[in-house]
């Protein structure tokens, strides 16, 4: 029905940085928000960044002032750009999407994740 798929996860070293994709497709009326979360080995799955619009964005407080979201409406894409990334980064990255849908519906999304690795 819809599709999320990312891009733009690896390796990089303490300090470096990545810029993540995530392009939705599908049957989509309209986007209302999309985000990324990630996932430590062990650990919860935690919001990392969020956005609405162009003006309405909320991060982690792990993140601020390192990692930035935005949001191409026009081409259903979210992006991060992490810098100055920390081992402590590392995890699994997933797209997650709220969507409106024909017929009045609603529902959300994920993505299979792209793997962040920052070595130390």
């Known amino acids: 029905q819809v599709q999320l798929v990312e891009s733009g996860g690896g390796l990089v070293q303490n300090g470096g940085s990545l810029r993540l994709s995530c392009i939705a497709s599908?049957?989509?009326?309209?986007?209302?928000?999309m985000g990324w979360y990630r996932q430590a080995p062990g650990k919860q799955r935690e919001l990392v960044a969020d956005?609405?619009?162009?003006?309405?964005?909320n991060y982690a407080d792990s993140v601020k002032g390192r990692f930035t979201i935005s949001i191409d409406n026009a081409k259903n894409t979210v992006f991060l750009q992490m810098n100055n990334l920390k081992p402590e980064d590392t995890a699994v990255y997933y797209c997650?999407?709220?969507?409106?849908?024909?017929?009045?519906?609603?529902?959300?999304?994920w993505g299979l994740g792209t793997q962040v690795t920052v070595s130390s």
């Open positions: 599908g049957s989509i009326l309209r986007i209302n928000d």
């Open positions: 956005v609405r619009s162009a003006d309405s964005e």
């Open positions: 997650h999407a709220n969507v409106y849908l024909p017929m009045d519906m609603r529902d959300e999304f």
